[in-house]
């Protein structure tokens, strides 16, 4: 019987250094550009108005009238911002060698990130601040260039799946299906732009809901599932799951998103908000389904080496997050489609957060350091996580649970008390995720002290 590869024979790049032979003497580093970028919107701009847009809202702090634009601003800044930029990145960056090929040219990332961040900040400062035909002109350039950016990004990946090695695994499908929802989310984009200049810089609500869960489960999703399928299980002694298995909630997933997409077309109330509910309950399914069959909800990560396995922490809780957001989906999913309206509105708060802050970002955390080449000499030191170090999956996991828990209060709380609970929830995640760059910071700086110790090439 073969053994099962440790996580340091895995080809995802270079996760453990064992001799100059393993790293490059060059090494394109326009993917740490992606990861600073991205926690720089975070920090600086969807976390932030985590914390002051409940404040606001409950009448706590001035600025109750920006509230509605803030919540769009506040998606715009998690998904395109956070998430977006991080798994473009790391998708520039991986996919061309799980196919097989040579990475992309530096010149053709940094341009795809030269596009796609103005887009995000402008669109995260014009709609709750600017006015009039300045601030309508503002959003239409920020929803132009974000479609470049994210059709860039899909076509990208298609060409190079298409050119590389053509095995049938589970993730050449996931990338393939998450790069054509980037290529939809382009569409969107634009669309959602021309909304916002007929409706006062604010795009409707149904719309601008319908296209979050598009983007979170298709766009983003897909490549969480690409990512974690080639991964995540040998991490914990598994193998990774064959084709046949991973094809039903793979294709449930999809079919979900797809008919959340159709429910924006021209129809009836009725009708659009029942198709979205069943998108929603079909997704909501696949998404429990896929956590524990692509990534892991149980165990211990024997194949990393020590050092790394407290990243797997991350991992855990994160997909323990997805099996929560899977059952919530379907619950809301099933309600509104029984009642033909977007009822269960705890019910969806809560599977949002259960994905953007467990799912999304617990995973962004934990795979960093365990697939981006920054981390990898770190991962070779003998010595544990440092105490700081270790609390920044603590910080998260609480901001996880306190958002989660405020969500489904929704009704049964008094109002403003629930608010402060979200906003202490944006503050535990703003300061984990502030813990965190410092790390990364930290890691670059060590980098070439650790290469000399280990003889690596610079």
């Known amino acids: 019987m073969s053994r099962s590869p440790r996580h340091e024979d895995i080809q995802l790049q270079a996760p453990t250094v064992k001799s100059a032979e393993t790293v490059p003497a060059v090494e394109d580093r326009s993917y740490l550009v992606f990861i600073l970028s991205a926690f720089a919107i975070a920090l600086g701009g969807g976390f932030l108005i985590a914390i002051f847009l409940p404040l606001a809202e409950s009448g706590t702090i001035p600025g109750a009238e920006r509230v509605p634009r803030l919540i769009q601003a506040h998606g715009w800044a998690q998904l395109q911002g956070w998430a977006g930029l991080f798994v473009a990145g790391m998708a520039l960056r991986l996919l061309p060698r799980f196919a097989g090929r040579k990475p992309l040219q530096r010149r053709m990332n940094l341009a795809v990130l030269a596009v796609l961040v103005p887009a995000v900040i402008l669109r995260i400062v014009a709609e709750p601040f600017a006015s009039g035909t300045f601030g309508a002109v503002l959003v239409i350039l920020a929803a132009i260039a974000g479609a470049i950016g994210a059709a860039a990004v899909g076509a990208t990946v298609i060409v190079t799946l298409q050119r590389g090695r053509k095995k ?25 732009g021309i909304q916002a200049t007929d409706h006062a810089r604010y795009t409707p609500a149904t719309f601008d809901d319908t296209m979050t869960w598009i983007v979170m489960l298709g766009a983003i999703g897909n490549f969480i599932w690409c990512v974690q399928s080639r991964s995540v299980p040998v991490f914990f002694g598994r193998k990774n799951p064959p084709l046949r298995k991973a094809v039903p909630p793979g294709a449930l997933l999809n079919a979900g998103v797809a008919l959340l997409a159709i ?3 021209p129809m009836s109330d009725t009708a659009g908000q029942s198709i979205a509910g069943l998108g929603l309950a079909c997704a909501g ?25 407290a990243a797997s922490q991350f991992v855990l809780v994160g997909n323990l997050a997805a099996v929560l957001a899977g059952v919530l989906l379907a619950w809301a999913g099933i309600d509104s489609l029984v009642r033909g309206e977007f009822a269960a509105t705890a019910l969806r708060d809560a599977a949002r957060h259960s994905i953007g802050v467990g799912l999304i ?9 365990l697939v981006a080449p920054v981390f990898a000499l770190s991962r070779a030191e003998a010595r544990p996580p440092a105490l700081w170090e270790r609390s920044v999956f603590w910080l998260m996991t609480a901001s996880l649970i306190l958002r989660v828990v405020a969500a489904l209060l929704l009704g049964h709380m008094d109002g403003q008390a629930r608010l402060h609970l979200v906003s202490a929830s944006g503050a535990l995640a703003w300061l984990g995720l502030a813990m965190f760059a410092t790390t990364i910071v930290l890691a670059i700086r060590r980098e070439p002290r650790m290469k000399a110790l280990l003889g690596v090439p610079t």
Not at 170 to 189: E, Q
Not at 287 to 294: D, G, K, Y
Not at 361 to 369: H, K, S, V, W
């Open 168 to 192: 049938q695994e589970p993730w050449r499908y996931f990338a393939l299906a998450g790069a054509a929802w980037w290529l939809l989310w382009a569409a969107l984009m634009v669309v959602g």
């Open 263 to 265: 429910s924006l077309l």
């Open 285 to 309: 399914i696949a998404t429990a389904w896929l956590a524990p069959l692509c990534g892991a909800v149980r165990g211990k990560a024997t194949r990393l080496r020590p050092r790394a396995r």
């Open 361 to 369: 970002t617990m995973l962004i955390l934990g795979m960093a350091q």
